[in-house]
Each structure stands twice: as C-alpha cells, then as structure tokens.
C-alpha cells in the first residue's frame, strides 16, 4: 500500500536502512529522521530533535509524531554509532498510542520518555545486539523488562531481533524472561506476515 511517511531511527546501519530501502525513499512523502540523518539523505527527509513534535496526516488521519531520545550502545558510543532516534505516535494527544524505541538500549533518556507519556503499545528494538564486543547495542531482556515495568500497563511488542548474526538473543528467549518473572501477558508476539490486531 501508499506510505504516508517513513520513520528512520538511523541511516548509517544496513539493517535500518538497506539498498532497497535507500533506493525506495524518495517516492515516500517525507522520512523522519535524526538531523544529521537528514542532512545526509536530502530534501525529502526532516530531523527531529528529541521531544520535537509535528503534525503527521496519514490518510486522511492526523497524527501527533514525536522524536524520542535514544542511544544505540552503552556510554560513550556515539562516536561509533551516529545519532539515532526512537518514535511517539499519538492519536488523541502526542504519545498517546505507540512508542516505537528505535536502536537503543535502556538509560535514563528512555526513562524520561515513560515520565512525560503513556501510550497504549510500546514496539522495543531487542535482541542484544553485539556487533562489536561483549556491550549489546539494542535491548536484551533487562532492558526490556525495565521498559515494562517503566510504561506501565502498556503492551509490548519486540522487533529487531532475528535475522543478523550479531544478535544474541531470540524473540523466545526474551519471552521466556518475561514468563519467568510472571508479566508474560504483557507480550503480544508477533508472527511474520500475519497482521496483529492491538
């Protein structure tokens, strides 16, 4: 179907931003993005500073997008891994609806985000990623759980955690852990292809 817009947590990484997804931006009305992303990819794309919020129609829809604060490593990763971004959608007011975490992991720039809003799904970027040492560069369980517990009574959707070498754990791993501390029916799975009704 048509794409109204494409957030972009960051463009410097192939598994954010492919070929084909490079290759298919310019006939999308606009890619949300960090500013530095932005003043890579061109006219059609429009950075956002964290907690920067804008007005977003979709398909006769209007929609509340916020920019979110994120960091794609422990402390002291930037220089390594570029700015990157999370997402807010809201319907009602802004973030009211869906926190899309980006490439993160949990540190107070999310914790803050649970302070200000509290929307219905919460979409976490998992898989403890390690792609260059023993540091993960995208949530693991722990991270997980602490945005659980953070976003209280929201459901969780995890994303980004198949499919690359480098991460080190699996959709069933995380949801093992969310079982083992008894808030498994926080987790709504995901099954590729199939849409998911929340």
């Given amino acids: ?46 950075g956002l500073a964290p907690f920067e919020t804008v007005a977003l129609d979709a398909g006769g829809t209007r929609l509340w997008l916020t920019a979110t604060p994120a960091r794609h490593g422990p402390e002291g990763i930037e220089p390594i891994s570029g700015d990157v971004t999370g997402f807010l959608l809201g319907v009602d007011a802004p973030g009211d609806t869906l926190y899309v975490s980006g490439d993160t992991v949990w540190y107070d720039g999310i914790a803050e985000i649970a302070r200000r809003f509290s929307p219905r799904v919460i979409m976490l970027f998992t898989g403890a990623a390690q792609p260059r040492g023993r540091f993960h560069m995208t949530m693991n369980s722990n991270d997980a759980i602490a945005a659980a517990h953070a976003f209280a009574g929201a459901q969780v959707v995890t994303v980004h955690n198949e499919g690359w070498g480098h991460f080190k754990e699996s959709a069933a791993e995380l949801a093992a852990s969310f079982a083992t501390l008894g808030i498994a029916e926080r987790l709504r799975p995901l099954e590729r292809g199939a849409p998911l009704r929340l």
Avoid: E, K
Avoid at 16 to 39: C, I
């Fill in 1 to 46: 179907g048509r794409l109204d817009a494409v957030l972009l947590t960051h463009d410097q990484h192939i598994d954010n931003l492919d070929h084909a997804g490079r290759a298919m931006l310019p006939s999308v009305p606009v890619t949300y993005t960090t500013p530095a992303g932005a003043a890579r990819l061109g006219d059609l794309a429009r």
